[in-house]
């Protein structure tokens, strides 16, 4: 069976370090997941994991086997408000899996404060719990305890959650944003909030420069290796203006 290390470490109140308890760990200690893990998101006292791992499933009417990548996406930690995308409002201790993600590869999550959005690996986004200013982008202010798709943009290319909002670029170039723009943070041109995902402009030719940004939100790395280390670590990150009271998630990688 193919095993990862999860090393974790730092606040644990929600059980967002998957070990089972809510105690925080001081000193780095590993959690076992099956599989290779190919993203990590963590923020808002929460984590969610995408892992792949390799099985033999048996062919019909024969006695040969055949291999194939199974993914699984498994979450832990705070679900005040659905946030987790599980159907309750339970925060779990361990990483669970949610059977709407079985097999479905994951590309990039998100966090927000109190929010969470998935970007798959066929261009599908979906976006989960509090949703007070519309940053679910599904067009109310109904909250989500599982994850709901967002029919509204195409060909998604990156996401990107604050507290309260969220952002999402476009392969074309396109960008845009919803929810809480109660200070300008959507970068509208103007203040009030947006149930949809609004267009900002088409920044095709600073596309790297967003994706760096973006990157100090929510980090995608492709992991080829069995060990990765997890941290939690508070403090203020900057989107362009906005200005943001995020967690951050620092990802170590230890090849073999």
């Known amino acids: 069976m193919n095993l990862t290390k999860l090393w974790i470490t730092g606040i644990n109140e929600s059980g967002q370090l998957g070990d089972g308890n809510d105690y925080n760990v001081a000193n780095s200690k590993p959690v076992l997941l099956r599989g290779r893990v190919k993203c990590i998101g963590c923020g808002g006292s929460r984590s969610l994991v995408c892992v792949g791992r390799v099985v033999a499933i048996k062919e019909e009417g024969g006695a040969t086997y055949q291999l194939q990548e199974v993914t699984e996406l498994l979450v832990t930690g705070r679900n005040q408000y659905g946030e987790l995308g599980i159907g309750s409002k339970s ?135 069995t060990e990765v280390t997890l941290r939690f670590v508070f403090g203020r990150l900057k989107f362009s203006a906005i200005r943001s009271e995020v967690s951050a998630a620092v990802v170590c990688m230890r090849l073999h």
């Open 91 to 225: 925060n779990q201790h361990i990483f669970t899996a949610i059977p709407l993600f079985s097999n479905i590869p994951v590309r990039m999550i998100a966090c927000g404060e109190f929010h969470t959005m998935i970007l798959t690996q066929d261009e599908r986004v979906l976006s989960c719990g509090w949703n007070r200013w519309g940053q679910l982008g599904m067009g109310d202010i109904m909250d989500r305890e599982s994850f709901s798709p967002v029919t509204e943009v195409s060909d998604p290319f990156m996401i990107s959650c604050g507290a309260g909002f969220s952002l999402l670029l476009c392969g074309r170039g396109e960008v845009f944003s919803c929810g809480n723009n109660m200070s300008g943070q959507l970068g509208l041109g103007f203040v009030g909030t947006g149930r949809y995902p609004f267009f900002q402009g088409d920044f095709a030719q600073d596309r790297s420069e967003f994706s760096s940004y973006c990157s100090r939100f929510t980090k995608v790395v492709n992991f080829s290796s």
